[in-house]
C-alpha cells in the first residue's frame, strides 16, 4: 500500500493543507445525468443534500450543471449557466464562505463567472482543457482539475500513454503560470473497460506527476458493466474500487455516496 503524499493548495489567497484523503460529493442540477441519485434541481433539495454531504464528511462539494455522460446532448451554455448560477448561492448559504466547492464545467466563459460572481474555488474540467480554460485558471489563481479525455490506442500501455499526456499538460500550465493542478486520469472517458482497469491497477504510477490524484469511479459503468447490474446498485462495487485507489495512494475520490468513501478512507487509514 502506497503512504499517502501530503499537499497543500492556495485557495482565493488562503493556504489550505490536505493531511488525508479529500473526498468530493457530487451534485448534479441536471435533469440528465448518469445516476438519477445525484440529480437536484431545486433550491430545497440542493440544500438538503449539501448538508448530508457536509455531515458525512464531505471535503469539497462538486457541482454540475451540465451532464457529460456518454452518448448526452449537452446544455447550451446559457442553460448551464442558469443552472449552477441558482445552486451556487444555496450551497453557500448553506456551506460556509470558507467551504471548497469545484465547479464541474468544461466551458471557460462558465467557469470564470461561477469564480468572479459566486466564489468558486476549483474548476473540474472533464474536457481535457482549453487555452481559453487555462486563461481563467491562470487568472483567477484557482486549483485546477487536469482530466485525461482523449482515446487511447488499442493495445496500447494504456497507464503509460494517460501518464505522459497528463505530465505534458501538467508542465504547460506550470510554465503558464499555474501553480496548483490536480491530476484525473479520467475513468470512462474515451477509454474502454479493459484501459479503465489497466490504469486503476498501476494508479501508482501518477505520483510521480507531483500533484494530488483525483479518481472518479463512482457508479461507473466499469463498476456496473462487471458486475452485471445498473448504476442505481453499483454502490459497493465502487466502494470496492475506492479503496483499492486509496490503497494505491489516491489524494482525492469523487463520490456520489460521502458516508461510504469516508468509511474506507478512514478504516484504510489504520492499516498503511
Not at 16 to 35: A, C, H, K, Q
Not at 48 to 61: N, S
Not at 76 to 86: A, F, I, K, Q, T
Request: negative net charge; proline residues 3%; glycine residues 8%.
Amino acid at each position: 500500500m502506497q503512504k499517502f503524499r501530503k499537499y497543500s493548495f492556495n485557495i482565493r489567497g488562503r493556504l489550505v493543507e490536505m493531511n488525508r484523503p479529500w473526498i468530493w460529493g457530487i451534485l448534479n442540477v441536471t435533469p440528465d445525468s448518469f445516476y438519477s441519485g445525484s440529480r437536484f434541481q431545486t433550491e430545497d433539495s440542493i440544500a438538503q443534500r449539501v448538508r448530508e454531504m457536509l455531515a458525512e464528511g464531505a471535503d469539497v462539494i462538486d457541482v454540475g450543471g451540465c451532464s457529460t455522460r456518454p452518448a448526452s446532448s449537452p446544455v447550451e451554455e446559457d442553460g448551464e449557466m442558469e443552472r449552477l448560477s441558482m445552486a451556487l448561492p444555496v450551497i453557500r448559504s448553506v456551506a460556509g464562505a470558507d467551504a471548497l466547492v469545484s465547479v464541474d464545467t468544461f466551458r471557460a466563459g462558465v467557469a470564470r463567472k461561477c469564480i468572479e460572481d459566486y466564489g468558486a474555488n476549483i474548476v473540474n474540467d472533464v474536457s481535457g482543457g482549453t487555452e481559453e480554460m487555462f486563461d481563467v485558471v491562470k487568472h483567477f489563481n484557482v486549483p485546477y482539475v487536469l482530466t485525461h479525455n482523449t482515446a487511447v490506442a488499442e493495445g496500447a500501455d494504456a497507464a503509460s500513454e494517460v501518464l505522459r499526456w497528463l505530465a505534458a499538460g501538467i508542465d504547460s500550465l506550470h510554465q503558464m503560470g499555474v501553480c496548483d493542478v490536480i491530476a484525473d486520469p479520467g475513468f470512462g472517458f474515451c477509454k474502454n473497460l479493459e484501459q479503465n482497469f489497466a490504469i486503476m491497477r498501476h494508479l501508482e504510477v501518477f505520483h510521480s506527476l507531483g500533484v494530488p490524484l483525483l479518481v472518479g469511479v463512482s457508479r461507473k459503468r466499469m463498476v456496473y458493466d462487471k458486475l452485471g447490474c445498473d448504476a442505481a446498485k453499483a454502490l459497493n462495487g465502487s466502494t470496492v474500487l475506492h479503496t483499492y485507489a486509496l490503497s494505491k495512494g489516491a489524494q482525492m475520490l469523487r463520490v456520489h455516496d460521502v458516508k461510504e468513501a469516508k468509511e474506507a478512507a478512514e478504516l484504510l487509514s489504520q492499516l498503511i
